[in-house]
């Protein structure tokens, strides 16, 4: 008591312009360190957001004003013409109907690969921490050994099991190569995540009587929403990404947005038609991008979730 | 009395880690069974192989003289009730309550009744249509409770269900759960490592140390006639002193010399010849004062240090040059480099044999 009493009484007297600390530390705001911090902060995500505003403003450019040569400078009269032509009737090889079958097709592969790929690996993740058999473990680190193999050395043996599977060159051939190949790193992701949980649940289910789907469906799944949100980013992103197995299985009347984007920037016959480009470019990278924006908070919280127990 | 759980000769390994060994236990129909040990001495092990989480390597378990050994956790008549409460966070109260019944496929109006009656025994007819989150610890626990009562099983299963629970409230449920075996009279297998919890909710205790059962007997002989040096020093806050020494006829010799009669004490077999012994003595069986003078042993203390507790003070002084504490009322003043004369009341002791460790 007395202490405070003698700070209280004689401050401002020993130093006039020293304010008497009380209260919360002041936090000025331009200190070196954080303008430091700031301009670097700037300086990078300008250097990252570069391309994606030369791609913008390009697209919606005409081709005279692209061939006036200055790229930087902000188009004179903004318009759509060339995001319309690319969605409609930019040339991919052969036929001319624009990006939008690409799109479709990508859909179609997309929706069922990731539902399927995700599905199975959480009921794998589960069954992997919930009901050990013999032997789990060893299945478990082949399966993450898969994860390791480059997809090169399997992409010819691929080649021959979906021609005796009679599905090559057709959609479900390369939804089923997208399911496989998901597998290792989302029962990872899974698994790790079902590890967290704790194990009480598990055993409380199952003195409830609850067997195996009754407690993945009723007890598991409900907990596991940041999960699935991190795996559908994963997967929704991977396999619209993707190019070479689309490429390679669904043959030419199913070839996702990403290898029609190719076969429109690529073809070689007249002029490049650079906003043209630009604008499918963009519209091929839509999709994950508003997966990130809309879910980012998500993906950070669900990844976090996951990594607490290996 | 009707036995309503039996295991016969039990044993666990995990790999090559032997964590249960030919284990025997009989528990008779509404007794309060509780096993205590340190955490790693296999009583949770214990009570997993009795609800079915864990399948035995050997051996049988009865429940109600139907062997269970090979059946579902579901089907043998027990309800579980964890540490972590292991609610379902998704699910309301009531839905927490009846998932178990609706797993069974019970109808409807007869779940209801059961969930209303679990409610009603348990006080938490308010909070049946919140989610776990939203309770306290001590709601949590009853609910865990009473997703064991509605099922309405033969046998009780508790795995240290109070650890997780501040003091005070610990206190309070272990009460409730006294009360709730009174008015259930179920069987109930109660496992803590706490010893207060063991000592007064059960009917017996059964002291576990590296899988096995070191005692099994009621707290009362527990505490007072423990039957080796382990339960000897786990039972008891603060532990019992031991002094090593020699036992010659009925004078035990400490190590420093100092000569202690120990013809009151009550040997289980005749007293040997001579051998390498330990007494103990509890803290509140060592007196000051008047009272000391009528104990069979006394001896010049000096007091190193003083603990007041409130009801009671404990005091540390040395004895043969060993540490000792001793209990005492706390309307004794005391302070520390008093010069008292403390006695000891052999009668109450214990003597171990220091090869076997065995009470003598």
Redesign the interface.
Same mark, same amino acid.
Not at chain 2, 86 to 90: E, K, N, S, T, V
């Given at each position: 008591m007395s202490q405070t009493a003698t700070m209280a009484g004689s401050p401002s007297v020993a130093h006039d312009d020293v304010v008497e600390a009380r209260g919360p530390r002041p936090k000025p705001f331009f200190t070196p360190k954080k303008i430091m911090l700031y301009t670097a902060l700037v300086f990078f995500s300008l250097y990252y957001l570069f391309p994606l505003y030369v791609m913008l403003t390009t697209s919606l450019k005409t081709m005279p004003e692209i061939r006036f040569g200055n790229i930087f400078a902000l188009p004179q009269a903004p318009n759509f013409d060339a995001w319309v032509k690319a969605w409609t009737s930019a040339c991919t090889g052969l036929n001319c109907q624009g990006l939008s079958p690409g799109f479709w097709n990508s859909v179609k592969i997309t929706i069922p690969s990731t539902i399927v790929s995700i599905f199975i690996a959480a009921v794998n993740g589960y069954a992997l921490v919930n009901w050990r058999f013999k032997g789990s473990e060893v299945f478990f680190a082949i399966l993450i050994f898969g994860s390791f193999i480059p997809y090169q050395v399997m992409l010819y043996p691929l080649v021959m099991i979906t021609r005796e599977l009679k599905i090559f060159g057709t959609l479900q051939a390369v939804i089923l190569i997208h399911t496989v190949f998901g597998m290792p790193i989302l029962t990872l992701l899974f698994r790790n995540y079902f590890a967290s949980l704790?194990q009480?649940?598990f055993?409380?289910?199952?003195?409830?009587?609850?067997g195996f789907w009754?407690i993945f469906f009723?007890?598991m799944l409900?907990?596991s929403l940041p999960i699935f949100v991190v795996a559908l980013i994963l997967q929704i992103t991977g396999i619209w990404n993707d190019f070479l197995f689309g490429v390679v299985f669904a043959g030419t009347q199913n070839y996702p947005m990403t290898v029609q984007l190719n076969n429109i920037v690529n073809s070689a016959q007249g002029t490049p038609e650079y906003n043209v480009n630009m604008a499918a470019t963009v519209l091929t990278g839509l999709v994950p991008l508003t997966v990130y924006f809309v879910s980012g908070k998500w993906f950070v919280r669900g990844v976090a979730a996951g990594a607490v127990k290996g | 009395m009707q036995t309503s759980v039996s295991i016969k000769d039990l044993s666990l390994n995990f790999g090559s880690v032997k964590v249960l060994e030919h284990l025997n236990l009989d528990i008779a129909q509404g007794e309060f069974i509780v096993l205590l040990g340190p955490s790693g001495c296999g009583k949770s092990t214990l009570l997993?192989c009795i #609800?079915?989480?864990l399948e035995v390597s050997d051996g049988q378990i009865f429940i109600n003289g139907k062997n269970v050994t090979w059946k579902?956790?579901?089907d043998r008549g027990?309800?579980?009730v964890?540490?972590?409460y292991?609610?379902?966070?998704?699910m309301t109260v009531e839905k927490n309550l009846s998932?178990?019944l609706r797993?069974?496929g019970m109808p409807k109006d007869e779940i209801k009744a059961r969930v209303e009656r679990a409610a009603e025994i348990l006080q938490i007819g308010p909070l049946l249509q919140r989610k776990p989150a939203n309770l306290s610890g001590g709601q949590r626990q009853r609910v #865990?409770i009473g997703?064991a009562l509605v099922?309405d099983v033969d046998v009780f299963l508790f795995?240290e269900p109070l650890s997780n629970l501040d003091a005070k409230l610990r206190s309070d449920l272990r009460v409730e759960i006294k009360r709730l075996h009174q008015r259930l009279k179920n069987t109930m297998i109660y496992v803590t490592h706490d010893q207060i919890e063991a000592l007064t909710l059960a009917d017996r205790i059964a002291i576990m140390k590296n899988g096995v059962i070191q005692q099994l007997a009621d707290p009362h002989v527990i505490y007072n006639k423990p039957t080796n040096l382990y339960v000897a020093g786990f039972i008891g806050s603060p532990s019992m002193n031991f002094l090593s020494g020699t036992l010659q006829g009925e004078i035990f010799t400490a190590d420093d010399g100092t000569k202690i009669p120990v013809g009151a004490y009550d040997f289980a077999a005749p007293a040997p010849g001579s051998a390498k012994a330990v007494l103990g003595v509890r803290p509140e069986h060592i007196f000051l004062g008047d009272a000391a003078n009528a104990m069979p042993f006394k001896t010049p203390a000096e007091i190193e240090i003083v603990e007041p507790m409130g009801s009671e003070t404990l005091a540390w002084t040395k004895v043969a040059g060993i540490p000792v504490t001793f209990r005492c009322s706390s309307d004794i003043p005391l302070a520390v480099g008093d010069k008292v004369t403390i006695g000891f009341d052999i009668a109450r002791g214990s003597l171990f044999d220091a090869k076997s460790e065995n009470r003598l």
């Open positions: 704790p009480e649940l055993k409380a289910a199952r003195v409830d009587g609850a009754r009723e007890i409900p907990m | 997993n #609800a079915g989480l579902e956790p579901k027990i309800g579980m964890f540490q972590s292991a609610l379902y966070p998704q998932f178990g797993v069974a #865990a997703r099922r795995d």
